[in-house]
Nanobody, 115 residues
Framework: QVQLVESGGGSVQTGGSLTLSCLAS????????MGWYRQAPGKQRELVAR???????NYADSVRGRFTISRDNAKNTVYLQMNSLKPEDTAVYYC?????????WGRGTQVTVSS
């Protein structure tokens, strides 16, 4: 059984910062890709950022230059540093990991940015 536990969400004002963390635990031997997705009310879930086991990065255009994804392989943890937050960043943020033959999701953490 694999579990993903996100933390670090909350409410901030425009221009503020938050750091999300996601710890993966359970029967994990190899994590290929770790990433963050988000879903705003009435919208589809979208990729925010992801990082491969080799360190390759992928960001959504809307967050590039403001958000930074990183991972600690020894701790099976992925982070998302979010700076210069905007009201349009308001969403539930979900952690995602890809392992051989499977993909897992966290339950999500709310990020609210007020103007």
């Amino acid at each position: 059984q694999v579990q993903l536990v996100e933390s670090g969400g909350g409410s901030v004002q425009t221009g503020g910062s938050l750091t999300l963390s996601c710890l993966a635990s359970g029967n994990i031997f190899t994590i290929k890709t770790m990433g963050w997705y988000r879903q705003a009310p009435g919208k589809q879930r979208e990729l925010v950022a992801r990082i491969t086991s080799g360190g390759s990065l992928n960001y959504a255009d809307s967050v590039r230059g403001r958000f930074t994804i990183s991972r600690d392989n020894a701790k099976n943890t992925v982070y998302l540093q979010m700076n210069s937050l905007k009201p349009e960043d308001t969403a539930v943020y979900y952690c995602n990991i890809a392992v051989p033959m499977n993909v897992y999701w966290g339950r999500g953490t709310q990020v609210t940015v007020s103007s």
